[in-house]
């Protein structure tokens, strides 16, 4: 059983950055794939980055990708999700989630049913 808490999130002003991070713990972080989702009011939880336990290799929402920045520190079993040039559509609960690294992830690390554990989820609130 993974257990994952998100913390970072709060008021930001649009135009500005803020960075997530995800607290991991109960397995070995450092052989879970890793993804952010976020979920705005009335709207379907979506994909917003990923990351494989080896190799480095990522993963990004098209619409999203130079915006956002998924990383990890695997001595600290912890994912980031560093965000700039936030918008008000960017507003939204944002969800850690791991999975463990199956050979076929690839395939759907960008659905809910990639990955086994997932956070409570920390809410970012872009203001005008």
């Not at 109960?26 to 379907?44: D, E, H, I, M, Y």
């Amino acid at each position: 059983q993974v257990r994952l808490v998100e913390s970072g999130g709060g008021l930001v002003q649009a135009g500005g950055s803020t960075r997530l991070s995800c607290q991991a713990s109960g397995s070995t972080f450092s052989r879970l794939n890793v993804g952010w989702f976020r979920q705005a009011p009335g709207t379907a939880r979506e994909f917003v980055a990923a990351l494989r336990s080896s190799g480095g290799r990522t993963y990004y929402a098209p619409s999203l990708e130079g915006r956002f920045t998924i990383s990890r520190d695997n001595a600290k079993s912890t994912v980031f999700l560093q965000m700039s040039s936030l918008q008000f559509h960017d507003t939204a609960v944002y969800y850690c989630a791991a999975a463990p690294n199956r050979s076929d992830w690839s395939g759907y690390y960008y659905e809910q049913r990639g990955y086994d554990w997932w956070g409570q989820g920390t809410q970012v609130t872009v203001s005008s």
